[in-house]
C-alpha cells in the first residue's frame, strides 16, 4: 500500500449526502505513545475492502480527515501525527506469523493516507488487539508470544503480552514517559530490522554509505545518515540545523520557517534513498516516511511536563519529526533505527559515542523524557547485519464497538 491522492474522493465531493449513517465494527486503541482506530478487513463494508481508493476515503472520514481547520473535530483523530492513525489487522497467510498487520498515517488537513512505513507505537497494540478479537490464540496466564508480519514494509515482530485471567493484561506498573498513566509492560522485539538489497527504496544503507552529504536548498550542504531499519530515517547532527538538541514542540512546530527548512532536507534525503522521484513528490505523497530525526550529545533538559532529565541518564539527545511537526515523544520505529545506526560505527548517531561506540541497550533523551532501546549487530564478510532491536511498551483499549460514517463513503455517489 501506498500513499494516494483522493481529493477526487474528499468530502467536499459528496454533493448528495446520504441521511443514514453506516455503523462500522472498530476498536479505538493506544499503543506507546500513539493512538489509532484498529479494524479487521472484515470489520469494514463489503464494498471498500476490495476498492483501495474507496477504503482509503472511509478510513479518513473515521478520523476526520482531510480537515482544513486542523482539528479533526468531527471524527476519532486528535489532530497531531501521533493521533491521526488506522491499522488494519488479519490472521497471516504466512506459515512463520499469527497476524499480518498494516499501518496508515492519515494527514489531517490533506486527503492523504500513506501506508509505506510502520508505527513503533501502534506496534505493541496489534498483538493484544489481535488476542482480543479472537484472531490468535493466547495462555490464560503469563506470556503470550504473538508473530506479526508488518506488511507495509515487510518486516517480522515478536510481541510478548501479559495475559491475566484469560484476557490481556492492560493495566500495570510500566510507566512508559510521554503517556500519563502506568499500564503493562509490552516487549517487542524487531527481527532482522534493516532493509535489504532489492527491498523498496534499497539496502539499509540505500547509498551504501553511512554517511551521505546532500545539497538541500536553504540549508547547502549537510552531512546525513539515510538508513532503512523500523522506518526510513534520515539523522543529522541537530548543530548542523542550528538547533541543541533539546527543544520542545512549541520551539519548532510554531516556526514555519524552520519546519519548511525541515521538509526541504527530508524531501531532499527521500530522493536520496530512491524513495522518491523528486522532493515534491516526497512532500506530497510520502509525509510518513522517511522521517527526519537530529542527534546531540547528553545534554540535561527540562521535559514536556517539566520534570528535568540530567545528562547523566541519557547516552544522547534526540528529537524526531513526523507527519511535518516535531513529535512529542520519539516515534517507535524511530528509536529502532536510531539505536541500528548507533550501533554500525561511522554514522551520525554511532559518532557521538566515540570510537568504542555504544554498549548494549542506549538511553535516549527525547521530549517526554526519557527511553531505552537496543539492536544486536554484526559485521559479516564486511557488511553490516542487525539481528534484532528491542524495546518496551504498553498498550491499552480506550473503545470497543462501532464508530459511524456517512453512507455516501460505503456507496460513493458516481
Not at 491521526?84 to 493516507?113: N, Q, T
Not at 503470550?144 to 501479559?162: C, E, S, T, Y
Not at 493495566?171 to 532489492?198: C, K, N, Q
Not at 542506549?362 to 537496543?374: F, N, W
Request: glycine share 12%.
Amino acid at each position: 500500500m501506498r500513499a494516494r491522492n483522493l481529493a477526487h474522493l474528499c468530502p467536499g465531493c459528496f454533493m448528495n449526502r446520504s441521511s443514514r449513517q453506516i455503523a462500522v465494527r472498530a476498536t479505538y486503541m493506544r499503543g506507546g505513545t500513539s493512538k489509532g482506530v484498529f479494524f479487521t478487513p472484515e470489520d469494514l463494508p463489503e464494498a471498500v475492502r476490495d476498492a483501495p481508493a474507496l477504503r482509503d476515503a472511509l478510513l479518513m472520514r473515521v478520523v476526520g480527515s482531510p480537515d482544513p481547520y486542523g482539528k479533526q473535530i468531527d471524527g476519532m483523530g486528535g489532530a497531531t501525527s501521533s493521533t491521526s492513525k488506522v491499522v488494519l489487522v488479519r490472521r497471516s497467510h504466512r506459515a512463520d506469523c499469527d497476524v499480518d498487520y498494516w499501518f496508515g498515517a492519515v494527514s489531517v488537513e490533506r486527503p492523504v493516507i500513506d501506508w509505506s512505513g510502520n508505527c513503533g507505537n501502534l506496534t505493541a497494540a496489534v498483538a493484544p488487539f489481535a488476542i482480543t478479537r479472537g484472531l490468535v490464540e493466547a495462555p490464560a496466564e503469563g506470556r503470550a508470544v504473538v508473530r506479526i508480519w508488518q506488511a507495509n514494509i515487510g518486516r517480522k515482530i515478536i510481541a510478548h503480552v501479559p495475559m491475566q485471567g484469560g484476557e490481556v493484561q492492560e493495566t500495570g506498573d510500566f510507566e512508559l514517559d510521554g503517556v500519563s498513566f502506568p499500564a503493562a509492560e509490552i516487549r517487542l522485539e524487531f527481527l532482522d530490522p534493516a532493509a535489504e538489497e532489492g527491498s523498496d527504496g534499497g539496502a539499509m544503507f540505500p547509498s551504501g554509505r553511512p554517511i551521505d552529504v546532500l545539497e538541500v536548498p536553504g540549508l547547502g550542504r549537510i552531512e546525513a545518515t539515510l538508513i532503512d531499519a523500523g522506518n526510513p530515517t534520515i539523522f543529522v547532527d541537530a548543530a548542523a540545523l542550528g538547533f541543541r538538541g533539546t527543544e520542545l514542540q512549541p520551539e519548532i512546530n510554531q516556526d514555519e520557517a524552520v519546519l519548511a527548512r525541515c521538509e526541504s532536507l527530508r524531501a531532499c534525503g527521500a530522493v536520496a534513498m530512491g524513495l522518491a522521484r523528486t522532493a515534491g513528490e516526497a512532500t506530497e505523497s510520502r509525509p510518513h516516511t522517511p522521517k527526519l530525526a537530529f542527534v546531540a550529545p547528553p545534554t540535561s533538559f527540562t521535559a514536556s511536563d517539566g520534570r528535568r532529565v540530567e545528562a547523566e541518564a541519557i547516552d544522547l539527545c534526540a528529537r524526531i519529526l513526523s507527519m511535518g511537526k516535531l513529535h512529542h515523544a520519539m516515534t517507535g520505529t524511530g528509536a529502532i533505527a536510531l539505536a541500528v545506526a548507533a550501533a554500525i560505527p561511522g554514522t551520525v548517531v554511532s559518532r557521538l559515542f566515540g570510537a568504542g561506540g555504544p554498549r548494549g541497550e542506549i538511553r535516549i533523551g527525547h521530549p517526554s523524557g526519557r527511553l531505552t532501546v537496543g539492536a544486536a549487530a554484526a559485521c559479516l564478510g564486511g557488511a553490516w547485519r542487525v539481528e534484532r532491536a528491542t524495546m518496551s511498551r504498553s498498550a491499552r483499549r480506550l473503545m470497543d464497538g462501532y464508530v459511524f460514517v456517512p453512507g455516501d463513503y460505503v456507496h460513493p455517489p458516481r
